[in-house]
């Protein structure tokens, strides 16, 4: 029988784990070895984070935050049936006010997974981006997750030894993460961070009773390519957002970084066989064309 504190198996005590093994496919019949008391989860309002809700199992309690609140009130009817504890949280990550306001709300409650999901971004030149606009890519993309996790992380490794169980973190990056993307220089630097933030948390904490996962998808169908200013045509063959959930909660405790998808493995690849202002040269004519239809 597994340990509480062995890494890939953050299961509830007596419980045997049943872990998906991860194919290029997809094809996983089964999450029943992902059992978290409560998680947090950023940008749940859509997307990957709404998938993420949905597919946890219902003994996990959800704290789910995002800016919409109306659609975070659906949220909660939807998955709050029976005695789940769905708490909800409408907050700009964007701000200190909206990340204290979420710190305050996940320390009053027994949290042992938090996933830092929300991100936003925006396709064209640097400089022909708002500045306002770009400071709120780096503000969510990067401050929000340092802010939560350094917030959420110490009570989590306490409440983790205490009752001898494991958490989890997952940081949402990007398959943008891997090389510079001129047209979205900004969102695609902030995920690299994300990634290296994650890689590098999950070494620190590799003695402890918690798993660390730095998600890379590649092109997913929600929200965000049209806030990014991506045209709808262009999302042809994009991932849907409950594939990216599945891989992310199966991937947690198995590896460090996952990225989603055979196609999107072999796109983070190219730095590694290609001069990088090539691999640069590729992104810059890729991301010009997303904006069109």
Excluded at 17 to 41: D, K, N
Excluded at 60 to 80: F, V
Excluded at 143 to 161: I, N, Q, S, W, Y
């Amino acid at each position: 029988m597994p340990q509480p504190h062995e890494r890939g198996k953050p299961v509830a005590p007596g419980a045997a784990s049943q872990r998906v093994p991860l194919t290029g496919r997809a094809e996983f019949s089964s999450l029943a070895g992902m059992s978290y008391r409560f998680a947090l989860i950023t940008g749940a309002t859509s997307g990957i984070g709404e998938a993420l809700a949905k597919a946890l199992p219902a003994e996990t309690g959800l704290l789910l935050t995002g800016r919409d609140a109306e659609r975070l009130a659906t949220l909660k009817a939807e998955l709050g049936e029976g005695n789940r504890r769905v708490e909800t949280l409408a907050a700009d990550l964007a701000r200190d006010a909206g990340r204290d306001k979420v710190i305050a709300a996940a320390q009053e409650l027994p949290v042992d997974l938090l996933i830092n999901n929300a991100g936003t971004g925006q396709i064209g030149p640097v400089l022909e981006i708002p500045a306002e606009r770009e400071r709120e890519v780096a503000e969510v993309n990067v401050v929000a997750p340092v802010v939560l996790t350094r917030a959420l992380l110490p009570g989590m490794l306490e409440r983790a030894r205490s009752e001898r169980r494991r958490g989890g973190l997952i940081v949402v990056a990007s398959i943008m993460a891997f090389q510079p993307a001129p047209m979205m220089a900004t969102y695609a630097a902030s995920k690299a961070f994300d990634l290296h933030y994650a890689e590098a948390l999950a070494a620190e904490l590799s003695g402890q009773p918690i798993d660390v996962l730095a998600l890379c998808p590649g092109g997913t169908r929600t929200r965000f390519g049209a806030r990014a200013g991506i045209h709808a045509a262009r999302s042809n063959g994009w991932d849907s957002p409950e594939r990216v959930a599945r891989e992310a909660l199966a991937a947690l405790g198995q590896r460090d970084v996952h990225v989603v998808g055979g196609r999107n493995r072999l796109v983070t690849s190219m730095p590694r066989f290609l001069p990088r202002r090539t691999v640069t040269a590729i992104f810059r004519r890729a991301l010009s064309g997303l904006g069109e239809a």
